[in-house]
Structures are given as structure tokens and as C-alpha cells.
């Protein structure tokens, strides 16, 4: 592709994949070994960790802090990582003790294979030019234009909904939070050839992460790797191809991509259509599985708490009547759906983990760490500590009225992350999943199947596992 930009290079990529992994992980712990002595915790092989990191990581990570406090260290597999839990250390990981970290170089870095260099695989000075660039992109008047689109997919999604007594709500929103996607990133027809086999390109690349680790590590010819390396190649040359046409017709359409093509740095300075690419395609991952969970994992709680239900509808009912809301009408005028959205980012923020890794040796909370060592902050883990949320693991939206809000520590709430890297898309989601919610409620109330039980996966955020079904109950 064709630059156009004088931004530099975001920095040398993860030793990813497969075994280069774990080689680099053992010298960079060996390296880290000579220089200071490891935060207490659970450092020894343990099977009984790597298994249940793998399927209930909370529990394990809350115990862990209960015994070792909100710095300490546990060895999943072969390689052991510094955790970093509650408020305070929130804070520093994101903001006093940033320069600490590094992103890049974390426990996910192999996201690069599919979404390349975007806002959310880089550091530093790359990073913050190519977010004052794209920051125009999520102006108010940009995410209004996006809502007509949410509201209008999000309408006739839930429509077709009313003849059936259940839905796997989960799978039903990702259809339609990627349909939005195509249309407000894109600028596409979401009934098209074209956006149909990007969107299941994009959705057998992100399969590659509900693998199982070992297949992970696997590189040959017809291994999960392989098979993720197509998708991104697939995709790229696709959606490639649709920024060369829009950039040799100079078009500037109303969706994000046109907003990408078309943003300037103070010096003049655009992206490359190979930043533009990345840059979209963070964004179609971080909005599509965001919008996702936090809906599913919402619709999940409204069921278990029909009288909170029950609230949530007359708001909407107030607010809109017998009609869909206006674009307004979802920025401002459904404050308990909002504390609702918000009280579901606390119980399941989908970006449940923060990976870095440590590029210097640091304090915290009177524990030295050595440079080199991976290091995790955990918003999942930080939203159900008890002293600082009562009754960690109750749905209660009222928990974010500001009088009760404005009580909590700094880096308490940090499910979109905080600071310098604050998700850049946070209007936009917040509208989709208004946009989302209000045309299920104006339509149905919920129930559980009486068999139903929550597991929750991790791939690479949260999810309910194999699916959410929900009976819908004709309002």
C-alpha cells in the first residue's frame, strides 16, 4: 500500500509466534533474575494455577491477592508474570508509573498477527501521533451520524426477534454489532458479498483465541497460526482495496474510515493506508467484541433482576414512547440505562486484562521488580474487590449515582482503561450498546432457561461461554 505519512516505525514486534514465545519469556525472566529478587506469590509450576487461570481466572486472582496483597507474582505454564490488583495499582500501570511499561511487548501481543499496529499494540511516540490524528475520527458529530445507523440496524434487528420465544442473545448481538461495524467503519452494505466475507474472515481470525495454548504455539502449514495469518491477509487485501479506491476518488463518506483517510496531524502529516487498515482494524475488534459482551452480559443481569428490568423499560417508555430513541435521546436521556451499562462494565469489562511488560525496574506498594518480568493489571479483578465495591458481586446499577461514585479511589473503575491510553472508542460504544439495549426493551422482557448456568470464557475477552440463551417475553 501506498504511504503518505511520516509517522516512524511503532518498534520491534513481540517474539511471537509459537516457541519463539516461550524462549524469550524464559531469557527475559532469567535476565530479570540477576537483577532483583521476584514479588512474593505463587512462582512455583503449578498445575493447579495454569488450569485455573485458564477457566476461572477471577477466583484464582482474587485469592491470590488476599494472600500476597495487590503486588505478587504466579507462574501460568512455563512463564511467570507480576500482577498488579486494585485502585492504586490501577493507577500506576496507567498513569504515575506508565513510563514503566510498555504494551508491545505483553502477553498479547500476538493480537499484532491480526489487527496489526493500531492503538492498541503500540507505544509510545507512535502511539500518541497516530491517536491525535484519529482523535477527529470520534468527535460528538461523527458518533451521532454513526448512531442513525445503530439505531436503525439495532430496530429492525430486535423486529425480527418478535415471533420467537428464545434467542442466543450473544450470537444475535455479534451479528448485529458486526453489521453495524460494516456500515459505520466502512461505509458497506452490510447484506454485500464484500462485508459478509470480511466479517467472517475477521471472525475465524479471532477463533484463533479461543485455542487452547499449545495449539497456539503451533506454526506449520494447517495450524491455527497459519490459518490466522490467511484471515489477516484476506482481510487486508479487501478492505485494501476499498481504501486505495476511496483515497484515489478523494472521498470523505460519513463513517470511520472516510474520518481515517481524511485526518491530518498539525503538521499536515496523514496516515498510510497501511496505518489506516490497522488503526480500522482495532477498531472493528475492540467495538465489535466490547459491544458484544457488555450487551449479552447486560441482558444476563436484567433477567436474573427482573425488577431492575422493569426500570430500565419505563425509563426507555418515558424517554420514547412507542417509537425508537433519536441519537439525543441515547447521549442524554437515559441516565439509568447508562448506570446499567456502566454497572455491567464493572461485573464484565470485556478487556479484562491489561498486559505490559516492565522496561525498567520499579516500586510499588514497598515491592521491587525487575525490568523484563510481563506485568498485568486486571479490571476484572480490581471491579469485585470488596473493600472497595460493597457486595462485589451484585447488580446494582444506583452504585454509580454520582454522590456514591464520587466516594471511590482514583483507578477504582477502569474498565475502558484510564489516563493517556483511555479507549479512544468510548462514545461509540457506549452509544452502540444504548442503541442495542433500548430496542430490546421496548420489545421484550427476559428470563433464563431454568437449566441455564453462566461460564465465562476468555477468548481473548470476556464472553458466556457457548452462548447466552435468553426466553423473550413479549412486552
Known sequence: MNGVSRIGSPGPRPAFPGPLAVYSDVRDERRARRRAPFPAGDNRVSFRNTWGFRREPLSILLDAHERHGPIFGMRILFGLSVFMIGPEANHFVLVSGRENFVWRNGRMGDLITLIGDGLLTTDGAYHDTSRAIMMPAFHRERVATAAAAMIEEAGSAAESLADRDSADIYTWTRDLAMRIAMRALFG??????????????????????????PMQLLVGPGSPYARLKRDRAAIAAMVGAEISRRRLRTEDRDDMLGSLLAATDEEGHSLSDGQVLDHVLTLLFAGHDTTTSTLSFMIYELARNPGWAARLSAERDGVC??????????????????RAIDETLRLYPPAWIGPRRAVRDFDFAGVRTPAGLPVMYSSWVSHRLPAVFADPDTFDPDRFL??????????????????????????????????????????????????????????????????????????
Open 402 to 475: 454520582p454522590e456514591r461514585r464520587a466516594e471511590w479511589p482514583r483507578g477504582a473503575y477502569v474498565p475502558f482503561g484510564m489516563g493517556p491510553r483511555v479507549c479512544i472508542g468510548k462514545r461509540f460504544g457506549y452509544t452502540e450498546v444504548h442503541a442495542i439495549a433500548t430496542a430490546l426493551l421496548r420489545r421484550f422482557s427476559f428470563e433464563l432457561p431454568g437449566d441455564y448456568g453462566l461460564q465465562i470464557q476468555q477468548a481473548p475477552t470476556l464472553s458466556p461461554k457457548g452462548g447466552l440463551p435468553i426466553r423473550l417475553l413479549p412486552r
Open 321 to 338: 414512547g412507542d417509537r425508537e430513541p433519536t441519537g439525543e435521546e441515547l447521549f442524554r436521556g437515559l441516565p439509568l440505562l447508562t
Open 188 to 213: 458497506f452494505d452490510p447484506d454485500s458479498g464484500r462485508a459478509g466475507e470480511i466479517a467472517a474472515r475477521f471472525e475465524s481470525g479471532l477463533g484463533f483465541h479461543a485455542r487452547e495454548f
